[in-house]
């Protein structure tokens, strides 16, 4: 069953076709990564997955809702960890998550239960009453990780989730979305350019240049596909090895992602 279909996604601002008649699908529980380079389309894709952005035309179905006909619907079935630090640096760990949970309109007693459960899962119980600006990079995003989870999503999209890590954090990040996707069948969708991250996490891969999907399969099918040793040289054989410009700026996209959730 796909709990993500994508078929025929256009998007075009001011004559650019940003994303071409892309269509792929993601099954329930599978954690599948949208890989690319800088401005092939990744961040205009997640912004139409997400509600941040109409599609010129095509359809998109997220857990059985379309966002161009149900957006609440939609963001009710997803949670979102951005590529830069979204948490409120003055509010404490607990502060953050309850202000979440208000936000998405969780019923008190079973956000208060779900925080405690998820603070446990990150590992964060005892630092619960510090405030966020204390805490080091690895656990603000095991903390933006607990927040994505709060309002049980069925899909958790992640934006580089681990840029800038060193690799033990990255380890003990991934332990955590896999023991999650294990546990509560949640589906995960991520994107990275650390392709030996992408070929140890996903179960499927999809490539994405110049706005059009170029590849999809298991990491071993692209390897096998382009006749190379690693994820890493599958992907330059399939985009190249120019250094692309950046597509958007992450801290836009957040911006964006707040002031929908604001209104």
Do not use: C
């Not at 997640?46 to 998109?60: A, D």
């Not at 202000?99 to 779900?114: S, T």
């Not at 840029?163 to 990255?170: E, F, K, Y």
């Not at 382009?226 to 190249?240: I, R, V």
Request: glycine letters at 8%; a neutral charge.
């Amino acid at each position: 069953m796909n709990i993500i279909e994508v078929r025929e996604l256009v998007k075009i601002f001011d004559g650019l076709t940003a994303v071409d008649h892309v269509s792929f699908s993601v099954s329930h529980g599978d954690i599948f990564a949208f890989l690319g380079p800088n401005g092939a389309g990744k961040t205009t894709t997640i912004k139409m997955l997400t509600t941040l952005l109409s599609p010129t035309s095509g359809h998109i179905s997220l857990n059985g809702a379309d966002p161009a006909k149900d957006q609440d619907g939609v963001r009710r079935s997803f949670g979102i960890v951005f590529q830069d630090q979204s948490l409120d640096d003055e509010l404490t760990a607990l502060e953050n998550l309850e202000f979440h949970g208000v936000l998405y309109k969780v019923p008190r007693d079973l956000r208060r239960k779900r925080i405690a459960e998820l603070l446990q899962i990150v590992e964060l119980t005892d630092r619960k009453d510090d405030l966020v600006k204390h805490f080091s990079g690895g656990m603000k995003r095991r903390l933006e990780i607990a927040r994505g989870l709060l309002h049980h999503p069925k899909i958790l999209f992640l934006d580089e989730p681990t840029l800038g890590l060193d690799p033990q954090t990255r380890n003990h990040i991934w332990s955590y979305i896999h023991g999650l996707n294990k546990a509560e069948g949640i589906t995960v969708f991520f994107t990275t350019h650390y392709m030996e991250e992408a070929d140890r996490a996903a179960n499927r891969v999809a490539v994405i240049d110049h706005g059009k999907i170029v590849t999809e399969g298991t990491p071993a099918e692209l390897k096998e596909r382009t006749k190379t040793q690693s994820l890493e040289d599958a992907f330059l054989a399939l985009t190249g090895k120019e250094v692309r410009a950046e597509e958007a700026s992450s801290k836009d996209f957040m911006r964006m992602h707040r002031n929908v959730w604001r209104r």
